[in-house]
């Protein structure tokens, strides 16, 4: 998984609990507390979907298989954070009365425990998520550098059997120029032969020919 991409995400889950923690504490306020706590809010909701649009980015530029499954964290992430927006809303536009405050800060305790429990159960799960969704890229991951190990050694064999292959062209090589010399010798003697029977049977020829001159000439006289 990439470095970059944790990076972000740690980032904005400390960040997504915290707007989850000011939320609830928003919603006790009234008057310019509350708006003040709103904003601040709203400041953190900027930053978070900032991080997403960055673990976006980042997840898209990485291989498909490894894409896939941050982009299934980043729905996941999407939701948390629509969640949160829609939460704020509904702070920014209730406007508590006195009664009501005083209700909320009697039960306010209890209610902000109960809001804090839910929050922690829902990133426990969405942790949990992403532990077994780590555990299923490492394996995937693991597998991939178990093939490239496997091609490479099988690259490494057939540049061994191309280095061997080219060796024996070259020996072939070497026969074939030694069998073209042995055969133009052969040639160059088979030649000389031809005109040495040649050279023979001409003098072999001429002196038939004397003998019959000089016995022609003795029987003449």
């Given at each position: 998984m990439s470095e970059v991409f944790e990076g972000y995400e740690r980032q904005y889950c400390e960040l997504s609990a915290g707007l989850s923690k000011k939320c609830t504490s928003a919603s006790l306020l009234d008057g310019e507390q509350k708006k003040q706590k709103v904003s601040e809010i709203k400041v953190g909701l900027d930053e978070a979907e900032s991080l997403i649009r960055k673990m976006?980015?980042?997840?898209?530029?990485?291989?498909?298989?490894?894409?896939?499954?941050?982009?299934?964290?980043?729905?996941?992430?999407?939701?948390?954070?629509?969640?949160?927006?829609?939460?704020?809303?509904?702070?920014?536009?209730?406007?508590?009365?006195?009664?009501?405050?005083?209700?909320?800060?009697?039960?306010?305790?209890?209610?902000?425990?109960?809001?804090?429990?839910?929050?922690?159960?829902?990133?426990?799960?969405?942790?949990?998520?992403?532990?077994?969704?780590?555990?299923?890229?490492?394996?995937?991951?693991?597998t991939m550098?178990?093939?490239?190990?496997?091609?490479?050694?099988?690259?490494?064999?057939?540049?061994?059997?191309?280095q061997s292959l080219l060796h024996a062209h070259g020996t072939l090589h070497g026969v074939d120029d030694n069998v073209s010399k042995s055969k133009k010798i052969l040639t160059n003697m088979s030649r000389r032969m031809s005109r040495n029977k040649w050279i023979i049977g001409s003098i072999i020829a001429v002196l038939v020919l004397a003998i019959i001159l000089i016995l022609y000439f003795k029987l003449k006289k």
């Open positions: 976006d980015l980042e997840a898209r530029s990485l291989p498909p298989n490894v894409k896939a499954v941050l982009l299934a964290k980043l729905r996941e992430y999407k939701s948390d954070l629509n969640n949160l927006k829609s939460e704020v809303k509904r702070i920014a536009s209730t406007s508590l009365n006195q009664a009501a405050r005083d209700e909320l800060l009697e039960s306010g305790m209890a209610d902000a425990a109960t809001v804090s429990a839910d929050q922690k159960g829902r990133l426990l799960m969405s942790t949990e998520r992403l532990n077994k969704t780590s555990d299923r890229v490492r394996d995937s991951r693991r550098l178990e093939t490239e190990e496997l091609g490479v050694s099988i690259l490494q064999d057939l540049n061994q059997q191309r």
